[in-house]
C-alpha cells in the first residue's frame, strides 16, 4: 500500500515537474519569411550595369568640379541598385549605338531619358513608366518669330539624331512644314548650333529645353506647342531578361510608395 502510495506521488509529482517545465521554456519568435532570391541575368556578377547617354543634362551629365557622372536618371538607378542588393555601373554610350548595345549584353539596362515607343519595343523590354515629358521648341532668345510648330516652316532645325526630336520633325515634315532637319549625335552640339547660328531651332525634351534657357536666358527661349504629345520614359532590358524587368517595376513601385522617388524629382526639378 505504502509502495503503491509512495510510486503515486512521484508520478504526481514528475507530471507537475513536467508542467513546470513546459510553462517556463521560453518562447522561440517565429523568423521572418525570408525574401524570395531575385532570379535575373548580370553582365557582371554583384553589379548593375547600365548603358547611358552621359550628355543629357539634367538626366545624365559629367559633374564638370568632381568629373562623376550625376542626373535624375543617375541617381534613380543608384537606389533601384542599391534596393537589389547591387553595386551600380555606368557605361557612357553614343545614342545611336546604346540599343545595339543592350542587344550585344554590354550592359544589363538601359536609363537615358528614354521614351517609350512602339518601335523601341520591338527590340527591348521596357519598365513601367517612371517620368513624363514633352517635346518643345528651343530657339534663340533674340529669335521672336518663332512662337510654334507653323513658325518651323524654311527653318533649320537641329535635333539629336535618333530622339524623339528628331521623329516629332520628321512628322512636321510629313505634315507639309518645310523645315530643314539637321541631325546630330548629341544634343549639346545642337544646342551649339542655335547658339553660332547654324540652326533656328531645336526640338527636344522640356525639361532640357528649359534648363538650357534657365542656364542662359540671354541665348536660348522655349517654345511649347500642343502639337507636341506627352510622352513617357521606360528603363530599357533585354528582353531574355525578364526576372531583372521584373525585379525594377517592384523597386519602382516601391520607392514610389515611400516617397524615395518624389525625394530624387524635387531634388532635380522642384515640387512637380
Known amino acids: ?69 550625376t542626373g535624375f536618371d543617375v541617381d534613380l538607378m543608384t537606389e533601384i541598385a542599391k534596393r537589389l542588393g547591387l553595386e551600380v555601373k555606368f557605361v557612357n554610350t553614343a ?12 550592359y544589363d539596362v538601359i536609363c537615358s531619358a528614354m521614351t517609350i515607343t512602339e518601335e523601341r519595343a520591338k527590340q527591348v523590354d521596357f519598365s513601367n513608366p517612371y517620368f513624363e515629358a514633352k517635346q518643345v521648341i528651343l530657339t534663340s532668345a533674340s529669335d521672336t518669330s518663332i512662337k510654334g510648330v507653323n513658325d518651323l516652316n524654311g ?33 549639346p552640339e545642337a544646342l551649339l548650333a542655335i547658339q553660332k547660328g547654324d540652326a533656328d531651332a531645336a526640338i ?11 542656364k542662359d536666358p540671354k541665348t536660348y527661349r522655349v517654345v511649347d506647342d500642343p502639337e507636341f504629345p506627352p510622352e513617357y520614359y521606360g528603363i530599357a532590358v533585354h528582353k531574355d531578361n525578364k526576372g531583372l524587368l521584373k525585379a525594377i ?24
Do not use: H
Not at 515634315?173 to 546630330?184: C, Y
Not at 527636344?204 to 534657365?214: G, M, Q
Not at 524615395?260 to 524629382?265: E, L, P, S, V
Open 204 to 214: 527636344i525634351d522640356n525639361f532640357v529645353a528649359y534648363l538650357a534657357a534657365k
Open 155 to 187: 527653318k533649320k532645325v537641329a535635333v539629336q539624331q535618333g530622339t524623339t526630336g528628331d521623329f516629332a520633325a520628321q512628322k512636321l515634315v510629313e505634315k507639309g512644314i518645310k523645315l530643314e532637319i539637321i541631325r546630330f549625335e548629341g544634343t
Open 95 to 106: 545614342w545611336d549605338g546604346i540599343i545595339p548595345g543592350l542587344m550585344a549584353k554590354k
Open 1 to 69: 500500500m505504502k509502495k503503491v502510495m509512495v510510486v503515486a506521488v512521484v508520478l504526481i509529482l514528475s507530471l507537475a515537474f513536467l508542467g513546470c517545465a513546459q510553462q517556463e521554456q521560453p518562447k522561440t519568435t517565429p523568423k521572418p519569411t525570408a525574401t524570395p532570391e531575385k532570379k535575373f541575368d548580370l553582365v557582371t556578377k554583384g553589379v548593375l550595369t547600365v548603358g547611358s547617354d552621359i550628355a543629357y543634362p539634367p538626366f545624365e551629365y559629367t559633374d564638370e568640379k568632381t568629373g562623376k557622372y
Open 249 to 272: 517595376n517592384e523597386v519602382l513601385e516601391e520607392m514610389k510608395k515611400d516617397g524615395t522617388y518624389d525625394q530624387i524629382y524635387e531634388k532635380w526639378f522642384g515640387k512637380g
